[in-house]
C-alpha cells in the first residue's frame, strides 16, 4: 500500500511558516511528505530536514523529495537538536509538526491503528517496541484505566478495563475488532449509534503505545530552541489533549515577568521569548472539510521566537 496522506490546511501552514528560499526548515513528522513538498519547492538555496518514526514514511518521504535540498532523517522530533548536530546545523529559521497518526497508518490494516478493520492490535509507529496487544494484555487493571482516563477522556474506563481483564483470562486478545467489540460491549446503546465507541480507547493506547504526549511536551522546547529570532514552530494538532499541550508551552514561551501581582516593579528580569503568530488556532475552510474530513478536528497554532 502507497503511503500517502493529504497534507492538512496546507497553504495555511506554509503562510504561518513564512518560507524564505534560503532558509533552513525542519518537518518534524513528514509522514507522507504533502507539507515537507510545499516546503521544498520554496528553496533555493535553503535545505530542509524532514523527521519520522515510522520507516514506511521515511521510504516514501526520501522518493517524493528526491531532487530537493532535503535530508530524510529516521527518528523522532523530541530529539532534533541533536540529529541535526551532525550535520552542523544549530538553528534553524522554521519547524513544522503535524502530530497524529497518518492516513496511511490508519487505513493501512495490517498497522493496527483503526478499529474499523480487522489487525493484528499493534499501533506502533516505529514498528518496534511494546505494542498495544501488550498493553492490553500486561497491564493491570488500574494501568488501563489510567490509560484510558488519562489519554482517551474515557468515562466508562472503569468498566472497559474490568472487561478487558475479564476476557484476556480466557484468552490473549490479539485483534483490532475483537478489542472494539470488548468496549463497544461496555457503552450504552445511545452512544453506540453516535460513532463507534472505540474510538477514545484506540486514541489512548495509541498515545500510551508511542509515548506521545511525552515527546510532545519535549519536542516542543527542541523545536523552540531551535529557532533562529523571527523563526516560527507552526504545529497541527487533532485533539484535545495535542491543543491544550500546545497551547500551554505557547504559553510559557510567550509569557514575560513571572513576579506576584504585588510586588511594585519586577525583580525577575524575565523576558517573554516568543509572540503568538497566530492570535488566534486556525481550523480547517469549509471547502478542505469537504475534500478531507479527517482535517474537521484540526487546529494550527503557530509561535514566533522574539
Request: hydrophobic residues 40%; charged residues 30%.
Amino acid at each position: 500500500m502507497e503511503f500517502s496522506h493529504k497534507p492538512v490546511m496546507l497553504c495555511e501552514t506554509i503562510e504561518a511558516l513564512g518560507i524564505r528560499p534560503d532558509g533552513i526548515y525542519v518537518d518534524g513528522t513528514v509522514g507522507g511528505a504533502g507539507h515537507s513538498l510545499e516546503i521544498a519547492k520554496r528553496l533555493s538555496a535553503g535545505r530542509l530536514f524532514a523527521f519520522d518514526r515510522d520507516p514506511d514514511a521515511i521510504a516514501a518521504a526520501a522518493e517524493r523529495l528526491k531532487g530537493y535540498n532535503a535530508t530524510i532523517i529516521n527518528g523522532n522530533f523530541d530529539t532534533m537538536r541533536e540529529a541535526l548536530k551532525a550535520y552542523g546545523v544549530f538553528s534553524v529559521d522554521g519547524v513544522l509538526l503535524d502530530l497524529g497518526v497518518s492516513s496511511y497508518q490508519l487505513d493501512n490494516a495490517s498497522r493496527g491503528f483503526s478499529y474499523r478493520q480487522d489487525a493484528p492490535l499493534d499501533m506502533r509507529m516505529e514498528k518496534a517496541g511494546v505494542s498495544a496487544a501488550d498493553i492490553v494484555n500486561s497491564y493491570s487493571k488500574e494501568e488501563l484505566i489510567r490509560v484510558f482516563r488519562e489519554y482517551g477522556e474515557e468515562r466508562f474506563a472503569e468498566k472497559i478495563a474490568n472487561r478487558i481483564t475479564e476476557k484476556r483470562q480466557e484468552r490473549r486478545i490479539t485483534g483490532t475488532v475483537e478489542l472494539a467489540q470488548i468496549i463497544a460491549s461496555c457503552m450504552p446503546a445511545a452512544l453506540r449509534r453516535d460513532g463507534n465507541p472505540a474510538r477514545r480507547c484506540f486514541q489512548a493506547l495509541r498515545i500510551e503505545v508511542n509515548g506521545e504526549l511525552k515527546s510532545l511536551d519535549k519536542g516542543l522546547d527542541e523545536a523552540f530552541e531551535l529557532l533562529k529570532p523571527g523563526g516560527v514552530l507552526a504545529v497541527i494538532t487533532f485533539h484535545s489533549l495535542e491543543d491544550r499541550a500546545v497551547k500551554q508551552k505557547f504559553k510559557e514561551f510567550c509569557t514575560g515577568c513571572t513576579c506576584p501581582p504585588d510586588f511594585p516593579v519586577c525583580v525577575c528580569g524575565k523576558k517573554p521569548a516568543g509572540e503568538l503568530a497566530l492570535k488566534k488556532p486556525v481550523t480547517a475552510s469549509e471547502r478542505e472539510l469537504e475534500e478531507n474530513q479527517r482535517s474537521r478536528s484540526a487546529k494550527l497554532r503557530a509561535v514566533r521566537k522574539i
